[in-house]
């Protein structure tokens, strides 16, 4: 545990510096070897330095190649592009994993172990988007250009197969839309049954499913899938779903990882209307946490933290508000870090 490890911390916007705070503290517990440095990003780096994004958040993550961060503003419609994506790119963080899991029972669903493997960079999430005028109206055609390529989906398979064996999986099932767009999704299949035969077929089952099937499959029953891989789009749909089969966003973390660095984020929002209250729940970003123990090849530490997390809301039942407890943030975090430190 002597080895320190240098990394990007950036607390984000809204009830980012909340979550971050009592996301610390929990890591701090278990003694996690992590040397921060802290960035800026979102509506707090245009408020700072006039950037979304600015370039010292953009050194340090070269630098250090990790990151963890709370959610981002992002205005809809005008102003900046999403930080999100732009940090996406800019490190070619092509693999989004999304696990979902059940850690309070008695809900609609119980029992509930799947994990969204998306990629990150590509299909028709990546905004090549245009208008074409007609007449006295500049805006009569909206037209976007998806882009899939071979070595792109290559790359995202490959890293959903090895996880998926890494975690002790026993299938992945390609999620597409094929039947209609067979040149945009078929080549994602196309590559994933390729990359199976030649180099998993005796690691781990592989089937698939059309995407609008796997979406009603998934509501009348969800047991039936391990692991989900999938393009940018239909991930970004399926991986909210799943989290609203454990419980919603606030239960839901997200690693966005590339050859390069790799940053670990609450997938949530940063919901202004609540900042400043105490009242956030900081589970999504704790759980965010436990991926980068993990990533950071501290799998002891990422159960232990697991573990706290359960054993405070399910043993102790001290919960925030949106899990139907009264507990604050700070009074979810004390309770977390006793339950941490007492083993």
Not at 84 to 102: K, M, S
Not at 106 to 121: A, K, S
Not at 202 to 213: E, H, L, N, Y
Request: aromatic share 6%.
């Amino acid at each position: 545990m002597s080895t320190r490890i240098p990394a990007t911390l950036i607390a984000g916007d809204g009830i980012g510096p909340e979550i971050v705070e009592s996301t610390l503290a929990a890591l701090d517990a278990l003694g996690a070897p992590y040397d921060w440095d802290h960035q800026t990003a979102g509506l707090g780096g245009v408020q700072a330095v006039g950037d979304p994004l600015p370039a010292a958040t953009l050194d340090s993550i070269r630098r250090t190649r990790l990151a963890l961060k709370g959610p981002l503003e992002t205005p809809s419609g005008g102003g900046f592009r999403s930080s999100n994506v732009r940090l996406r790119e800019e490190f070619q963080l092509y693999a989004n994993l999304r696990p979902a899991r059940t850690i309070i029972p008695g809900g609609r669903f119980d029992d509930i172990d799947l994990i969204v493997v998306r990629e990150n960079l590509e299909g028709l999430y990546i905004g090549h988007e245009h208008y074409v005028p007609i007449g006295n109206d500049p805006r009569a055609v909206a037209m976007a250009t998806g882009v899939n390529t071979r070595m792109g989906s290559l790359r995202l398979l490959e890293f959903a197969f090895e996880h998926a064996i890494a975690q002790g999986r026993k299938k992945v099932t390609i999620v597409h839309k094929a039947n209609i767009m067979k040149a945009l999704t078929g080549l994602f299949l196309d590559a994933a049954y390729d990359l199976h035969a030649r180099k998993y077929k005796d690691q781990i089952a592989i089937d698939s499913v059309i995407i609008d099937a796997c979406a009603m499959k998934l509501v009348l029953n969800p047991w039936q899938f391990d692991v989900l891989v999938t393009t940018n789009l239909f991930g970004d749909i399926l991986s909210d779903l799943v989290a609203g089969l454990v419980g919603g966003l606030g239960m839901a973390p997200g690693a966005n990882i590339g050859t390069d660095a790799a940053i670990f984020e609450a997938v949530h929002g940063s919901a202004p209307d609540i900042a400043g209250k105490g009242i956030a729940n900081p589970t999504a970003l704790l759980l965010a946490a436990a991926l980068m123990l993990e990533h950071t090849k501290l799998p002891d530490l990422a159960a232990r933290l697991r573990n706290a997390i359960d054993g405070t809301v399910n043993i102790d039942k001290v919960r925030t508000g949106d899990l139907g407890g009264n507990a604050n943030t700070e009074a979810f975090t004390k309770a977390l870090v006793a339950r941490i430190r007492n083993g």
